[in-house]
């Protein structure tokens, strides 16, 4: 899924974890060194800017936002956080966190217990005080923090902060310190990264796979491809490997040639970019899956996966694009005497919403090609009813995912496009509303624009987040707004793009909002500002806003 950057790492023929060789590999694919193990070191108390004078936390835990979205169907809907719609347009910035050390902020925050959680892009997490942003505690990993945070039971029964890093490493903090419990490494290949947010439920740690290997195609000699997405199941309170259920149960092996002579291997692909969704009454989880990279295709790309929550066994796909081959191996620009991709990436990089609709159980979908899906997860993913959002394409149509209130489905769409390098100003963005039950359209809000600022887009990328009559949606031009959910009139709009007093006095500025939505928890609203990917802008900020 191109909106997600997919970092040019070393990569590898064999897939250490699986055992899996790959024939006549390893000439053009050398595998580098064994990575080191993930580390994480707690940031002396004394290195702390604004530190927390005297600390208190609750003896009970009241559960805020604890993971990508808000609940195991992945709604991203705050129905009992304390913010009425009423109270939206009365939002005022209530405190300015800069994070250090870093031009760009991707991982969504978390919230509990009266405390807030950011991660940043050198790896270290902060863990704030909710009302004031006084640092409590820091800790940093040996990789850029790259999925959204987790709060929930670890060891001994006690609270710890889970996250998946750059590298393919999953990490369990201590809740109330920032001590590292445990760190391990969810997947060897090379290239794995963790940008999907974990999901927890009974125990256990459930982890989405991406990888970077499309980037490392710009290696003219690179061999494509090895790599295939997975979910990973992990003990939260050891770490310890459950087990590991490839969206391609076939080992990657030689299929071809490029016309330039490089071997073609296959299955590969299938990464998954998003939070896992829980079924606990099917026993059952549901994940979008990205593009295949190589041919021949399978059936489990740019698929919604149902998958056994106890063994990992795949129960069925179901596939929409059934010819969405990349073709990474001929590289961007394409390698002299091969040809260039022929057919659209069209990723499901959005989390599946478990949702009632009208008397049936639905799984509502939002793919990059600008549909919008509801279909019977009893069924095998029949098709229940189809909408389209936006016109879709590479950084197109629904990116990082929508929200329900469990009445109607709120969907922004990107439709990111380019004049050359930069950001068109004029294209993409807007926000619509569709009726769970029949797919209905209610209202849809184009996007105010971008006015003279450049570099600019209002594509509207970021993840979607509602609370009763109300909904959010943050766009690469800078601007946090709220919709009323009734006629899809925005009720308040906060320009992020600018500079910042924070309470920490480290230097910061926001910039485009992306990947990470807002989450509300105990009356405010939290939200990282500065995402510079293709043209965007950078920045360094987490925003506190509050009614009070």
């Not at 009970?60 to 979205?69: E, L, N, T």
């Not at 039950?437 to 184009?446: E, I, Y």
């Not at 992306?514 to 995402?531: C, K, L, N, W």
């Not at 802008?537 to 009070?548: E, H, I, Q, T, Y």
Request: with cysteine; net charge positive.
């Amino acid at each position: 899924m191109n909106l997600h950057p997919r970092c040019t790492l070393l990569c590898a023929a064999a897939l250490i974890a699986a055992a899996i060789a790959v024939p006549q590999a390893c000439a053009q694919n050398a595998a580098p060194p064994a990575p080191a193990p993930p580390t994480a070191t707690p940031v002396p108390a004394d290195q702390l800017s604004n530190r927390c004078v005297k600390p208190k936390l609750p003896e009970q835990f009241k559960v805020d936002w604890i993971g990508w979205g808000g609940n195991p169907g992945n709604w991203r809907f705050a129905r009992f956080q304390g913010l009425s719609a009423a109270a939206v347009p009365g939002l005022k910035l209530r405190w300015a966190f800069g994070i250090p050390n870093v031009k760009i902020v991707r991982s969504q925050v978390a919230s509990a217990g009266g405390l807030v959680f950011v991660g940043g892009n050198d790896g270290t997490v902060y863990s704030l005080d909710a009302a004031t942003g006084c640092t409590v505690w820091a800790t940093t990993a040996s990789k850029p923090v790259r999925s959204g945070l987790v709060i929930a039971i670890g060891e001994r029964r006690r609270l710890a902060v889970f996250f998946g890093d750059a590298a393919g490493n999953v990490y369990a903090l201590d809740f109330g310190t920032g001590t590292p419990v445990w760190a391990t490494r969810a997947d060897d290949h090379p290239n794995a990264t963790i940008t999907g947010t974990p999901a927890f439920y009974e125990g256990r740690l459930y982890v989405p796979v991406s990888s970077g290997e499309e980037g490392a195609r710009r290696r003219p000699e690179y061999e494509c491809c090895t790599f295939r997405g997975s979910v990973v199941a992990l003990d939260a309170a050891t770490g310890k490997k459950i087990w590991q259920s490839y969206m391609a149960t076939e080992t990657p092996a030689v299929v071809g040639k490029t016309k330039d002579g490089h071997n073609i291997l296959a299955p590969s692909g299938m990464a998954i970019w998003s939070a896992p969704t829980i079924d606990a009454d099917k026993k059952r989880i549901y994940v979008g899956t990205g593009d295949n990279y190589s041919d021949p295709p399978t059936k489990t790309s740019d698929a919604v996966v149902a998958l056994d929550l106890r063994t990992g066994k795949i129960l069925w796909s179901r596939q929409f694009d059934k010819d969405d081959v990349y073709k990474i191996d001929c590289g961007d620009p394409p390698r002299a005497a091969c040809e260039p991709p022929t057919n659209p990436e069209f990723d499901l990089g959005a989390s599946p919403i478990l949702v009632d609709a009208g008397r049936k159980r639905a799984l509502i979908l939002g793919q990059k090609s600008g549909l919008v899906y509801a279909v019977d997860p009893g069924a095998e993913g029949k098709l229940l009813w189809h909408a389209r959002a936006g016109a879709g394409g590479l950084l197109g149509g629904v990116q990082w995912g929508p929200a329900t209130d469990a009445t109607n489905v709120y969907v922004a769409v990107s439709d990111l496009a380019f004049q050359g390098r930069t950001p068109d100003p004029t294209k993409g963005g807007g926000i619509v509303a569709y009726r769970l039950s029949d797919g209905r359209q209610l209202w849809r809000t184009p996007p105010p624009g971008c006015g003279d600022r450049r570099p600019c887009s209002p594509a509207q990328s970021q993840a979607v987040t509602a609370i009763p009559g109300a909904v959010f949606s943050g766009s690469i031009d800078g601007h946090l707004r709220a919709y009323d959910t009734r006629d899809g009139k925005i009720i308040w709009d906060f320009d992020t793009a600018r500079n910042f007093d924070t309470v920490n006095k480290v230097p910061a500025h926001g910039g485009s909002l992306d990947v990470g939505g807002p989450i509300v928890a105990g009356g405010m609203v939290f939200v990282t500002s500065g995402y510079p990917g293709f043209g965007a802008m950078p920045g360094n900020v987490l925003l506190a806003f509050s009614a009070k």
